[in-house]
């Protein structure tokens, strides 16, 4: 089936882009000497995290365990949770799941820590730490230095739990303007992280793991001394916030929605069948002045405003002969937020449609 | 089960508030002498329909066939879809529904108009059509007067759809400041509807109905001469959007996002487990000064920002002996795009869960 044949709105990614995306990261990954351990949030689909295993990453990050669930039973066997694991029921299907693969969790507290220690020690296991350090971005994360050495303390005692790694964040890389300036984080991330992982050394536990960098710093990993891992996720597709951030050129993002004009109340305007409930809020208008999104070999057309299902489109005149029925592909702000809407992926090549992959990890939030 | 049982994040649904509200607006449809055709974007749950419908509704409105599928399979049997059908799998779907329940199709264009027309033909049925009318919000809908008349004039001529309505949707009531700015909107709405209604019935059509009214300008129903049918949604649950429109106030409202504090990196800093995959990044901040949300009981803690799986609270001192494991309810700022987030409704009272009742409509964009 051609691809405009799908029924709208829907997702589409071109299997070769997002092949070219994979194997870039890996080989910045694989020329720094480090590994790579995609974050799944941006696809949430097994058949692209085994692409990406097959490619050569490590294993897989995800944010909540609900996604590690689904990641293992996609036969994903090394996955690490970059998330606090709190309350009882998550514990029990946290210890369940370390039973089946190499498994992996971030922790910034005493209080998350211990509780992982007594729900291992009751399963008769020992659970993998990772301790998760705040690089300056303000979100989780223990502050390097005397806290960090605080919380050592407080860990060492505890049995069922093995601290190897730290690993880090750096959200503020998406508000550097310019390539110099995520240079400048990518290099202050990984001296963090460095030192962190000396702190903890110091401290007597195994650290083997040092992993760091987002997306748009990632690019620099040959510059993240220290650094052992680098888990960027939005690669894989790319998105308009990618495009500013320099990671990667609009030719080369993979995914796009594809979307149908049901209305055009006046000449310049055009109201497509995709609004919040597909494209989201999230993120900021295009750099590229198209609003938020970008109409593929359409650039002249602004994505102007949306409601929950209607997508506002104002119109160049010299685009004005656009149709009630035609379709367009849309190119989102934030690629991870658009997968999280919908249930499937088509994937196109030459413009058909070869396979559909659930997105079975979507809206896991548990 | 107590609600603070509940693993995180989850959506919780105040049965006595929600039954307040449903009554609250059915009584303003009843005063006015006009029907309720409540919009069930807003709970996507075949169990509130039946609830609205009990308490008087006439039926319900929909945005997508798909949510109309979901409702007609739960047993309403009076459905508008408020949107335009385009293309051939929708058209041979909305023939198949028309088949089973009461169906009326929105529509502002004669392209939309003649490919009902005809996929109805086809099938040797009739499919009632409600013509759009663009009360000035600039979204979808065609232009009273000249406009209209026209198409009136193109669709006069189709065979297998007839024209019993119209309809508008006034979203520029959102941007009121204050009541008097929200009964000019709703008594303007009502004149432009009634008027293209007597438009209609100048060119012959069986005009019925005239249907009208989002959430902040129902509440004026009485004003809107000429109006037959109002079509609120976000009455029903309530939201920080809601409550600056003046329709209820915080503590009518009916649901809230149970979350949990995962992290406590800094005395000010709190962060939940619930980010803009459950809260979303739809609609503006709270004019409580309580950022993204408002803390039920803590109304000086500060929602301040999300990203997808993090919520960032800034507490004052006051609030500062929150703890890893606590559990806050959020009224969100917009309850309709939190609902499409998750697939169940927590529905408790007297703090205890009653039922759970899935979110059947959940992400049905086509």
Not at 117 to 141: Q, T
Not at 240 to 257: N, R
Not at 297 to 322: A, K, M, R, T, Y
């Amino acid at each position: 089936m051609n691809k405009y044949e799908l029924d709208t709105p829907c997702i589409i990614v071109d299997r070769t882009k997002l092949l070219a995306n994979i194997n870039r990261y890996q080989a910045i990954a694989d020329e720094a000497g480090i590994t790579l351990r995609p974050h799944v949030k941006t696809h949430k689909t097994p058949q692209i995290a085994r692409l990406q295993v097959e490619a050569g990453a490590v294993g897989v990050t995800v944010a909540k365990l609900g996604e590690a669930e689904v990641m293992a039973d996609g036969g994903i066997n090394n996955i690490v949770i970059a998330y606090p694991i709190v309350g009882q029921s998550k514990l029990e299907r946290l210890v369940q799941l370390a039973k089946r693969v190499k498994l992996t969790v971030a922790c910034d507290s005493y209080e998350v820590a211990s509780a992982i220690s007594e729900a291992a020690l009751k399963a008769g296991m020992v659970i993998n730490i990772w301790i998760e350090i705040d690089p300056g971005y303000g979100r989780v994360g223990v502050q390097p230095g005397e806290s960090l050495e605080r919380l050592a303390g407080a860990l060492a005692p505890l049995q069922g739990i093995v601290v190897t790694g730290v690993l880090e964040f750096a959200g503020h890389s998406y508000d550097a303007q310019t390539d110099e300036e995520r240079k400048s984080i990518a290099v202050h991330e990984a001296a963090v992280a460095s030192s962190s992982a000396d702190t903890l050394r110091g401290c007597g536990f195994p650290i083997e793991t040092v992993s760091g960098g987002s997306t748009p710093v990632s690019r620099f990993a040959s510059l993240m001394q220290g650094v052992t891992e680098i888990r960027p996720g939005t690669y894989v597709f790319g998105d308009l916030t990618q495009v500013q951030a320099g990671a990667l050129e609009i030719e080369q993002c993979a995914l796009s929605v594809l979307a149908t004009v049901i209305s055009r109340p006046a000449p310049d305007r055009a109201v497509i069948d995709g609004g919040t409930k597909v494209f989201t809020m999230d993120g900021e208008d295009s750099v590229l002045g198209t609003g938020r999104g970008y109409v593929i070999g359409h650039p002249e057309i602004n994505v102007s405003w949306f409601n929950e299902e209607h997508g506002v489109l104002v119109l160049p005149p010299s685009e004005q002969g656009l149709k009630v029925g035609d379709k367009l592909e849309i190119i989102p702000v934030h690629c991870c937020a658009v997968v999280n809407m919908l249930d499937e992926l088509n994937i196109v090549q030459d413009d058909l449609v070869q396979e559909i992959w659930p997105i079975a990890a979507r809206g896991k939030v548990k």
